[in-house]
């Protein structure tokens, strides 16, 4: 009886496994999640305006939601404009940056069943200043109720530039 283990430790240990595993689950999800998602190429300067001037052609006479200054900081969310209607709700959230002194362009395609999860201190950076929704002025229900929309639009003087819209 002596070499015999109780069943409380079989349990703990039981426990302690299906964690890890748990925990490994979650770090795969995650990884694929992020390489389904992100997308980032190097590109040429011309190649980087191609691809922003395509996304900016289905927002023709439009200004986006929130207005940035010369800088990329917040000035005003437009939350009062009259939103399209029947404004069917958005799937992505969409971000194309390009950054000019590494001549990449990242693609990012965020769901919109997460941003609605509210997932804790979830933000955007925006030109090197991280965001949240909170700062910007605005939520995902106001996003929702505009529908598909150019959301910020951004410039640098070095050329790099940054695009969010929903879709």
């Known amino acids: ?28 999800i995650g990884f694929y999640f992020a390489s389904q ?28 939601i929130i207005e940035l200054d010369d800088r ?5 969310a437009h939350t009062d404009r009259a939103s399209a209607s029947p404004a069917r709700p958005p799937e992505w959230l969409r971000v194309l940056a390009y950054d000019s002194n590494d001549g990449r362009i990242v693609e990012i395609k965020v769901p919109f069943w997460l941003l609605r999860m509210k997932m804790g201190n979830a933000s955007i950076d925006l030109n090197g200043r991280q965001m949240d929704f909170e700062d910007l002025r605005m939520s995902v229900e106001d996003l929702e109720r505009f529908g598909p929309a150019l959301i910020a639009e951004h ?8 695009l969010v819209w929903s879709e």
Request: charged share 20%.
């Open 72 to 76: 990329g900081r917040f000035v005003r």
């Open 37 to 64: 998602h992100i997308a980032t190429r190097a590109v040429s300067p011309a190649a980087a305006a191609e691809d922003f001037d395509a996304v900016r052609k289905r927002f023709v006479g439009k200004s986006p």
């Open 1 to 28: 009886m002596a070499g015999r283990v109780k069943t409380w430790v079989w349990i703990v240990v039981a426990v302690a496994v299906v964690g890890v595993l748990g925990l490994v689950a979650m770090a795969g």
């Open 155 to 162: 410039k640098a003087p070095d050329g790099t530039r940054v």
